[in-house]
């Protein structure tokens, strides 16, 4: 357990020291809260914990829906794109032709230059050594949960002010 700790420890530190990118999303983000606008979080796998988060959690975001595919969305609107890797792609693609400001957090190595705002989390390989020679336990989720809650506090900081 303790091996776990400190893996723990040493991903939120790495994740922690990306503030300049996690200090933008959290600038686009609070675009939509201060206007009229919503923050639709398009969320793939796993990742979908920071929905329910940002939905049913105790901190929840203000100004937060889940996005659905086809729903019209205004100039004051902004996405969010949680994907493992490439799952986002897609969309992607169509919200910046579409002129659709939206940030992206990816949880393994990804590059994407579209987004307004981009995030990769790189977690690539698990945390522990397996009992055959690889490495298990990839906290997806639980990275990405941290950026959410990092996030959010710098929104309700930049609400605040």
């Known amino acids: 357990m303790k091996i776990l700790s400190t893996q723990l420890t040493g991903l939120f530190l790495r994740l922690g020291a990306k503030e300049e990118a996690i200090e933008d999303i959290a600038r686009l983000l609070a675009q939509a809260a201060i206007g009229e606008g919503r923050i639709h979080l398009a969320a793939f796998g796993e990742l979908e914990a920071v929905t329910a988060a940002a939905l049913y959690g105790r901190d929840t975001l203000s100004a937060a829906v889940r996005y659905e595919p086809g729903t019209e969305l205004s100039s004051a609107d902004r996405v969010w794109i949680l994907a493992q890797k ?34 990769s989390m790189a977690i690539d390989t698990g945390l522990l050594p397996g009992d055959e020679g690889g490495r298990i336990m990839i906290p997806h989720a639980l990275g990405a949960l941290y950026v959410y809650h990092a996030v959010k506090l710098t929104i309700d900081e930049m609400l605040g002010e």
């Open 86 to 119: 490439d799952e986002g792609d897609v969309l992607a693609q169509k919200l910046a032709e579409s002129g659709v400001p939206f940030a992206m957090l990816t949880a393994e190595s990804h590059d994407n230059d579209l987004p307004y705002a981009f995030l």
